[in-house]
């Protein structure tokens, strides 16, 4: 007899696929013995690799799709054809991946119906973003079971597989830096996608600045700055007395190094960016800052979490991957004070 395969089709950003997580848990206890492929971007991929419910990756460039690579799209195109997938998930909200799977052949073809635009779908389930919509971990699982919860309860939350000898290896190294401090992990960047680049979605640089500055002065915790090698810039913008108790990793760590720092941190500070969901799924207390996205549906409820988000008449601006140019100097953003952000932190600190 056959046995049941499945598709996910997930390429990216990194916390879009952090939150799709579940899906593959649902698809698990539904069929346990459906064997799963994850078709994802290779930015992503090495995040979630080795996750139990995920039985193989089928790594591509996510810039195949985004920049609409003919040549490699056909190479694709044959390749899932030849692999007789009896059903596809499709987690991408676009049409060009509703047709691209339809004509691949696959026979069940599960997605999202955003603006009631289902075509080359077999179900669909409808998608929304921002206010009243349900939470985005709740969306991807409704793409398995056909509905979401009323309640919008998480029944399944999304986690990371870390490496026992990974962790071990960071650990000792992080340990050899810092050997009777703890640490509280900061990630000023986001919004730096394949696909797009959002430097709006940011708190500015010299608030974290300032922020990190406040907390090393009155806790006994290490920074450490993750991200990319953009990010790097708030090295800069610190003093020279606070290197002691201060350590620059943006561009220096591998995606799920920068996890196990984050899952062995006190507390995860950062934009609505990847390494937040990171912080969601390794189940590490986190604090926020969402300026042109609304958190409603996207931030980690199932873990001690804080969110700072200055609401203005013109919020939430961002929509679908798309945000307006900003008249008001991104006021729902640089108008969140660095005192507010040290009394939030300062909170979840303490009930840890």
């Not at 973003?129 to 999304?158: C, H, K, M, W």
């Not at 830096?177 to 919004?191: C, K, S, Y």
């Not at 996205?293 to 988000?309: A, E, G």
């Amino acid at each position: 007899m056959k046995r049941e395969t499945a598709l996910i089709v997930k390429l990216g950003a990194i916390g879009d696929v952090v939150m799709s997580l579940p899906v593959a848990d649902a698809i698990k206890k539904e069929s346990p013995a459906c064997r799963i492929t994850w078709l994802i971007g290779s930015r992503a991929a090495a995040l979630i690799e080795g996750h139990p419910s995920i039985d193989e990756l089928l790594v591509i460039d996510e810039n195949d799709f985004w920049k609409k690579r003919l040549f490699s799209l056909f190479k694709l195109l044959w390749t899932v054809r030849q692999r007789h997938f009896d059903r596809v998930y499709l987690l991408h909200w676009s049409t060009l991946f509703h047709v691209f799977f339809w004509l691949a052949g696959i026979p069940d073809r599960h997605g999202f119906a955003r603006g009631g635009k289902s075509f080359g779908l077999t179900r669909s389930v409808p998608y929304g973003e921002g206010t009243g919509a349900p939470l985005q971990v709740n969306q991807y699982l409704s793409v398995v079971s056909g509905a979401y919860p009323q309640d919008n309860q998480v029944r399944l939350t999304p986690h990371l597989v870390l490496e026992p000898t990974l962790e071990s290896s960071v650990l000792k190294t992080m340990r050899t830096r810092f050997p009777d401090r703890a640490w509280i992990t900061m990630a000023p960047g986001g919004g730096n996608n394949p696909k797009a680049q959002m430097p709006e979605r940011r708190w500015p640089v010299s608030s974290f600045s300032q922020l990190a500055q406040e907390l090393i002065r009155e806790t006994s915790y290490a920074i450490l700055i993750l991200g990319d090698r953009s990010e790097s810039q708030l090295l800069d913008a610190l003093g020279p007395d606070m290197a002691p108790h201060f350590l620059n990793l943006a561009g220096a760590l591998t995606l799920k190094e920068s996890a196990v720092l984050i899952k062995h941190s006190l507390l995860f500070i950062g934009n609505d960016s990847g390494l937040l969901h990171v912080a969601g799924a390794v189940g590490t207390p986190n604090l926020s800052f969402f300026g042109p996205t609304s958190p409603v549906d996207k931030v980690p409820v199932w873990t001690r979490y804080r969110v700072l988000y200055r609401s203005e008449p013109c919020s939430p601006c961002y929509k679908f991957g798309v945000a307006p140019p900003c008249p008001y100097h991104l006021k729902c953003l640089t108008q969140i004070s660095p005192d507010q952000a040290l009394a939030e932190c300062k909170a979840l600190l303490a009930a840890s």
